[in-house]
C-alpha cells in the first residue's frame, strides 16, 4: 500500500503478543512509530491467507480493541479487516515487547 499510494499511505507492521499490540522489534525504523513524526489511525489486520498467525484474523482483532480500545469503524476490504481509531494509535503502542511469543 505504501509503494502503491506513491508514500501517501504509510503502512507499518506491528507485532503480536497475546492481546497486545506492540511496535515491530525488527526489519523497521523507530521514527515509523514515533507520534511527533506520524499519525497512525487505523490498523489492518492479516487476512484470511495470511502467513502471520494464519487463520486468526479475530485474535489480531481481539489484540487491536485490547490495546486502543473500541474502533470508531470497522470495515473488511478483499479479505482483510480494518479497524479506524479517532485518534493516534502510536501514543499507545509499546516499544518494548513484554516477555512472551512475539507473532509477526
Known amino acids: 500500500m505504501t509503494a502503491d499510494s ?3 499511505v504509510q503502512v507499518r507492521y506491528v507485532s503480536r503478543i497475546g ?3 506492540i511496535q515491530r522489534p525488527w526489519e523497521s525504523g523507530s521514527s515509523w512509530y514515533d507520534p511527533a513524526q506520524h499519525d497512525a489511525t487505523f ?3 492479516p487476512g484470511p491467507a495470511g502467513v502471520c ?3 486468526t484474523p479475530a485474535g489480531w482483532e481481539a489484540a487491536a480493541r485490547a490495546t ?3 474502533p470508531s469503524g470497522t470495515y ?3 479479505g ?3 479497524l479506524v481509531w479517532h485518534k493516534n494509535l502510536l501514543r499507545e503502542l509499546a516499544a518494548v515487547a513484554p516477555h ?3 507473532q509477526c
Open 19 to 21: 492481546d497486545k499490540l
Open 6 to 8: 506513491g508514500n501517501q
Open 100 to 102: 512472551g511469543p512475539i
Open 53 to 55: 498467525s494464519p487463520g
Open 80 to 82: 482483510f479487516t480494518i
Open 68 to 70: 486502543f480500545g473500541p
Open 76 to 78: 473488511r476490504v478483499a
Open 43 to 45: 490498523l489492518v489486520t
